[in-house]
């Protein structure tokens, strides 16, 4: 399990993982602490599902969402520095997208997620268009974001693992 190899990898440098959810509504985390002892590696996660609590406890600012919306790329960069800030952690993830029904537009359909990874001085985010239903669109988001953080941990991933 990919997030097992992230645990190992985490727990052998002694660095902290810290995760920022929207749209994934804390799947992401679940899957982090399915793994025994990952509190040894695990600080914590924000559920930021609504805006005022992106700005409250991750540190969005409010220009940011403004000008380019809850589901950008720019807010994904800033949820990731602001938890990984907040939550004290040396490595943090952060997803924000639209897992649907509803919710979607020309612009920005359902299913367009960025995700987020924040590591030292540096911040990658990744764009992605998932199909499916509300939850294969949640599934997909997380898998993508654990494959992110493992690239990031320094693990080779085959794109197969889970």
Known sequence: MIAALIGESLRRKGLKLAIA?????????????????????????????????????LGVRKATLASFGAVSRRTAAEMAK??????KADISAAVTGIAGPGGGTPKKPVGLVFIAVS???????????????RKSVKKSSAQAALKMLADAAGIKTDGGLK
């Open 119 to 133: 590591k030292g001085s540096r911040t990658t985010v990744k764009r992605f268009l998932f199909k499916g239903g």
């Open 21 to 57: 959810e929207s749209c994934t509504g804390g799947l992401l985390s679940s899957l982090i602490t399915d793994v025994p002892g990952s509190s040894d590696y695990f600080k914590g996660a924000i559920v930021a599902y609504d805006d005022s609590v992106k700005i409250s406890q």
């Open 82 to 87: 602001g938890a990984r800030s907040r939550l």
